[in-house]
């Protein structure tokens, strides 16, 4: 059976991009991560294989954060290449992001 759900902040954040190098988008992103575990390894525990994701400008069709969770094999009648497609510009690995977000200089106000 096909597994495949969304995991969307309360809070607005429009795109990946808004995301900063500081404790809070970390630790929100990391969370995220958690917060996709209970339902995939409930429902889908004979999967191996999972991708975990966000979809970046300029192929974000919806300026809200959300994170993509697929137990795989997942097939996608449409989009397939937007979501799946291996090294699209459009889809960042969730890993990847909170290496970007670990790495990142602090953000220096001018106030």
């Known amino acids: 059976m096909i597994r495949y759900y969304l995991v969307i902040p309360v809070e607005h954040i429009p795109t990946v991009k808004d995301l900063q190098w500081r404790t809070e ?3 929100l992103v990391s969370h995220m991560l958690e917060v996709k575990q209970m339902p995939l390894c409930r429902d ?3 999967s191996t294989w999972y991708r975990f ?5 300029p192929l974000n069709s919806i300026n809200h954060v959300h994170l993509h969770c697929l ?4 097939t996608p ?4 290449i937007k979501l799946l497609s291996r090294g699209s510009i ?9 290496e970007k977000l ?10």
């Open 25 to 27: 988008d970390y630790s």
């Open 53 to 57: 994701g966000f979809h970046q400008p």
């Open 90 to 98: 459009g889809f960042l690995e969730a890993d990847k992001l909170l």
């Open 77 to 80: 009648r449409w989009k397939s």
């Open 71 to 74: 137990a795989l094999p997942y």
């Open 44 to 46: 889908a525990p004979q």
């Open 102 to 111: 670990k790495h990142l200089p602090p953000v220096i106000s001018k106030l």
